[in-house]
């Protein structure tokens, strides 16, 4: 569903950000991408949700090939992820509620079809009680919350996750892994970059590495390596 | 389009000041138009004025036959240049001339022969009252075998001329200025509310949606601001006409189609603004 062909990508300043990566994501999995602060981690997902060109190689994301698409087909690829960052991204003027419905007013859904499905998705992410409050009477986890609610509404097939956990505490962040692991097991791809090898370690999850852009660890195809090797 | 409404009207709620100022800064910039606007029409109005006095007047022959006149002065009334033309009797000319010359009265009235032509007086029609036109009428005129003299002012029309092609250079060039200086004041606002929105407009592309539907909203507001910057620059020239027309000289005010493209022309700057704004935004990420 999600396919990395040798990409490689180089920004105009800055040197290769990504060099000869190759993977492939299926259907349902749940994927970690770690590797150091500047390994290329946000840029494979960038890629992914065509906010950033690769300069070679093939990116295909659910039946795209981005590399022919054009710029009036990325909101309909768009609208098949849901993407979730570290700074929340919500609209401060607001409220959860309405920062998710936000999410189906852009894609022209059908307007009483939508309270229901906000309040569906707020439940799920057990936030249907604050519905009404504005992000600044929100803790940074239920922010997060609203956020994953509204990457969620649209029934997205993957949800990537850039470091969703990145500006929460332990408490929190055990709660959103949990929350995005439950998304997990209802059938949704989940692909989470992350630094936090505590959580990596926890959950028994397909792992993929980067180092400075390359791709150094793919626990999928390593494993099975190690396994036929040994004896 | 309910949902672009309400985004477009949202906007006003959200960012009131920065609304506001656009709203203000686009009045005043279309003020600026408008009272050069106010300075042309009334220049154009005190042209308007002098040339109703253009006329043509054609001296008659002595013993030209009533009949013959009559039936010229039918042809004339026929050019497609000419308003009226009027008939004036040898008796009536000496008339007028008593009324009007009152310093001569003794002496026109102790003539024995009346001394004055009897003559055609000629007034064109308003879009004709160029030396141009004059000229040919008056040349036609001098054509009728009973005419002995043509008469206008040659060098007036000549002058009047001049002095409205004057004012129509100076009216395109300066009014073309400020009207591009409206337009970038304008144009830099709306990038402002852009830019102000720049976070909402990322959070809208991730979330799938597509540019039309980014810039819409934008349009709508752009073409709003501009509509009621029109409005209140209409509002703000009609004020200072009321105290120029109060306090210094009469003057003439922009008619209903005038003010509506002022109007109209705020709406249209406001769109085009904000359709270019959100463009070479859109284009950026
Ligand atoms: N827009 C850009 N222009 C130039 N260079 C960029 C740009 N975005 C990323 N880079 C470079 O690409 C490399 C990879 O960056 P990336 O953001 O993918 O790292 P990361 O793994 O997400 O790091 P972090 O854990 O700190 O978020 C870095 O060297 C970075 O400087
Ligand atoms: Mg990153």
Redesign the pocket.
Known sequence: MIKFTNVF?A????????KDVSFHIAKGEFVF?T????????????LVYAE?PATSGEVRVSGFNLAEARRKDIPRLRRRLGIVF?DFRLLEDRSAEENVAFALEVTGARRASIPARVMRVLTQVGLAAKAQAYPRELSGGEQQRVAIARALVNEPTVLLA??PT?NLDERATRGVFQLLRDINASGTAVVM?T?DLDLVRQAPYRVIE?Q??ALVFDSAVDERRDEAASP | MNLVFREALLAFRRAPLLSALSVTTIAFSLFVVGLFGLVAVNLQQALRDVAERVEIVAYLLPGAPIETVTLAQKDIEAFPEVQAAAFVSEDQALQRARTELVEFRDVLQELERNPLPASIEVKLKPRFRDAEHVNDVAERLRGFGFVDDVRFGRDWVEKLDRLRQIAAAVGLVVGAAFAAVAIIIIGTTIRMAVLQRSREIAIMRLVGATDGFVRRPFLLQGAFKGMLGGLVAVGLSYGAYALINRWLIHAAFFSREQAVAIVGFGMLIGFVGSAASVGRHLRRV
């Open positions: 990508k920004f105009p300043k800055g040197g290769l950000a990504l991408l590797g150091h602060s500047g390994a290329g981690k946000s840029t494979v997902l960038k950033e570290q850039d470091e990145g970059a630094h980067l400075e852009g």
